[in-house]
């Protein structure tokens, strides 16, 4: 039992009911806080409204951005690295539900422009890593042919007596070097502005791209940009997450090293697997920092605003309902933070866990943002206010990273391949 001596009020943390943190853990809350608050939240509302084209231009404020970020050392690879996996488990979450509070779009976009250096260091090559290092990076996986179907990796899901498509893309080797013919998607995470990407094709060995089961042959490459025969597309205009410019890459028999090929036909989608795997569990706790973003402003607003005589806070369904949206904020990072500790625990990482929390936080994300835009009432469809931008964004996350109706098929078959497992079936 607890014991009181009398009934205290509830103290709650900045993300709301904290348990045990370290001061590092504060400091760096509290750090990468102010970052959201006084540099992204003002940077993503001009980007939120401005053309899409000028959103990348030289003059764009997503170069100030990207600036201060490098500067604040929030995203530090060599400090990440150096963490043991506890506290990867619990630093790395801190850091990114704050940025997201701040911006989803710029959050997730800086996020993967790191994946080609990510990459570049997991190979531990000298060569590699002064190459890729530096350059600001995007993940190009998906084509306009092969959307869900790169998501469902072992082609599980493909309709009875059929195969995947071709998609868009083909590397194949030519002595010592990579060849790459092809397009992404117009999707990519920051391609209009990196330099390079971690880039996931299909792969002919001069036999074709399919296996004999009818799966693709599928290899990963690190490109550089400043190559012969890579171009770029115009960027994406789109409804959510806007602060994240998007664009297709195009590539004209572009060549490079075969070193620069990090995952060869044996390892393609072992390594994908890897980046959809740690993509979908930062999207998990990114969204709890959008849900409590959206939930931050109802609680403020409801404050203040006054119908029936009295602030809307003092109406009881306006409580019931604000006390459901804290209820879920809560139940999301709950559930973000146990699969950062699974997938750094020791039966970790894998996607089924990941695809839990990012499906069910996007999905609850915006189930929170609409009800915040109703506490809003009309004011909440405004763009004067945040919330019509946050419920755009958190809509852009059911989609982002795998849609969740294929993430959730996907982890529902290895549920099932776990417990056939498990009772030996
Ligand atoms: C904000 C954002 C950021 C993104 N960032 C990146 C990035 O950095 N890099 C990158 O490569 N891509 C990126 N993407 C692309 C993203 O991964 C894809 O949009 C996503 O995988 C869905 O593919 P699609 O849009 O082609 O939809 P489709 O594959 O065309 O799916 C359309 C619908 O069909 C359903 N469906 C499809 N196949 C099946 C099936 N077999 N069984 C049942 N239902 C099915 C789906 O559930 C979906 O509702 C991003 C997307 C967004 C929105």
Redesign the pocket.
């Known amino acids: 039992m607890f014991e009181f001596d009398e009934v205290p009020l509830p103290k709650l943390g900045l993300t709301g009911l904290e348990g045990v943190m370290s001061e590092e853990e504060l400091a760096i809350q509290g750090m990468a806080h102010r970052f959201a608050a006084e540099v992204m939240r003002p940077i993503a509302e001009k980007l939120d409204k401005m053309d899409h084209e000028a959103a990348v231009a030289e003059d764009s404020p997503i170069w100030e951005f990207l600036e201060k970020i490098e500067e604040s050392g929030l995203l530090d690879l060599a400090a990440i690295a150096g963490m043991s996996n506890e506290e990867k488990a619990r630093i790395i979450p801190i850091i990114f539900e704050e940025l997201a509070w701040g911006d989803s779009?710029l959050a997730?976009g800086y996020l993967?422009s790191k994946f080609p250096a990510f990459a570049a260091y997991n190979t531990g090559d000298a060569e590699i890593i002064e190459r890729f290092g530096h350059l600001r990076g995007?993940?190009?996986?998906?084509?306009?042919d092969?959307?869900?179907?790169?998501?469902?990796i072992e082609a599980s899901?493909?309709?009875p007596g059929e195969r995947q498509g071709r998609g868009n893309l083909v590397a194949r080797i030519e002595g010592d070097e990579v060849v790459i013919n092809g397009q992404?998607?117009a999707?990519?995470?920051?391609?209009p502005i990196a330099q390079s990407a971690l880039l996931?094709s299909q792969f002919d060995d001069g036999d074709g791209i399919y296996n004999e089961d009818g799966s693709h042959k599928y290899v990963g490459i690190l490109v550089p940009f400043d190559i012969p025969g890579v171009t770029k597309g115009k960027p994406l205009d789109?409804m959510?997450?806007r602060a994240?410019c998007?664009g297709e890459i195009y590539f004209d028999n572009a060549r490079v090293p075969l070193k620069y090929m990090i995952a060869d036909a044996d390892q393609g989608y072992s390594s994908f697997f890897g980046a959809l795997t740690f993509a979908n569990m930062e999207m998990g706790i990114s969204f709890t920092g959008v849900a409590r973003a959206a939930l931050d402003h109802a609680l403020a607003y409801v404050h203040e605003r006054k119908q029936g005589g009295t602030e809307i806070i003092n109406h009881q369904t306006v409580r019931a309902r604000l006390f459901k949206m804290h209820q879920k904020v809560e139940a999301c990072r709950a559930m973000a933070k146990r699969v950062f500790d699974y997938n750094y625990g020791p039966n970790g990482p894998h996607l089924l866990a990941s695809a839990t929390s990012k499906t069910y936080v996007t999905d609850t994300c915006v189930e929170v943002c609409s009800e915040a835009i109703q506490l809003f009432g009309g004011n909440g469809l405004t763009r004067e206010y945040p919330l019509e931008k946050l419920f755009r964004d958190a809509r852009?996350?059911q989609?982002?990273?795998?849609?969740?109706?294929?993430l959730g098929?996907k982890a529902a078959t290895w549920l099932s391949k776990a417990y056939k497992d498990k009772n030996g079936l």
């Open positions: 779009g997730m993967v995007c993940w190009a996986a998906t084509q306009p092969r959307g869900c179907d790169l998501v469902d899901e493909c309709h992404t998607s999707w990519v995470s920051g391609a996931y789109k959510g997450m994240l998007q852009a996350s989609i982002a990273d795998g849609e969740n109706n294929m098929l």
